[in-house]
């Protein structure tokens, strides 16, 4: 059964922080996967997009990891901001056009 | 700009009544979808759209309909039939050639019954 798996729920760190979150990912035949930004009562926008290939992509402050041996991916994100208060989603991409979303992490910068 | 646009952004709906959130979107992209997003909960797929004139069932069709009469428009029209209608609704695009399949959102339509 595919499924994304994101820990943790939620999340709150002190402003100028540095904070990882993590997905773990079950998706057949597996294509890509993307980690997306959600500020609150907005539409996710993408940050970054990993295929098996690649182990690390960074966007700014944002860092991606991919391990395609363990199934696990990260996102790190450095020196935080107030803005970057949002949910984040790891999806999997199985196929061309199967998308398959974890429930996000909730992450909290507090100044 | 281009991008996806979803109107209303709120909507208050009587139990009993149908209800039509809009998606509009200047991207050319050939690909719609309908996503649903309650709290705690991954998006779930409702319906979604590869080409004008067609469209396929997603995991949770059921008390939802959709119309792809054009190729920039995908209507989403909530029924009397769906049990629990409210949520936030997000219309999605794709590019078809684009083989990484970046999904691009609209901002979203909240829809609460009253």
């Known amino acids: 059964k595919n499924q994304v798996e994101q820990s943790p729920q939620s999340l709150i760190i002190l402003e100028g922080k540095n904070c990882t979150l993590q997905?773990?990912?079950?998706?057949?035949?597996?294509?890509?996967l993307r980690w997306y930004k959600q500020d609150t009562g907005r539409g996710p926008v993408s940050l970054t997009i990993m295929t098996f290939s690649e182990n690390t992509k960074s966007n700014g402050r944002y860092t991606a990891t991919l391990d395609a041996d363990t199934k696990q991916s990260s996102l790190h994100i450095t020196a935080s901001q107030l803005s970057d208060s949002a949910s984040y989603i790891c999806v999997g991409t199985s196929g061309t056009y199967k998308y398959i979303f974890g429930t996000g992490t909730r992450l909290k910068v507090l100044a | 700009d281009g991008g996806i646009t979803q109107s209303p952004k709120y909507l208050f709906r009587k139990e009993g009544q149908n209800v039509t959130l809009s998606c509009e979107q200047n991207?050319?992209?050939?690909?719609m979808y309908w996503y649903r997003q309650d709290p705690g909960q991954g998006l779930r797929l409702i319906y979604y759209s590869q080409i004008v004139n067609d469209f396929q069932k997603g995991d949770i069709a059921e008390g939802y309909s959709v119309s792809r009469e054009k190729k920039e428009s995908f209507p989403l029209t909530v029924t009397s039939a769906q049990k629990n209608p409210t949520a936030f609704y997000l219309c999605a695009s794709s590019l078809m050639s684009d083989h990484t399949g970046e999904l691009f959102f609209g901002e979203g339509s909240r829809l609460t019954v009253l």
């Open positions: 991207l050319n992209h050939d690909a």
């Open positions: 997905c773990n990912y079950t998706v057949s035949p597996f294509s890509n």
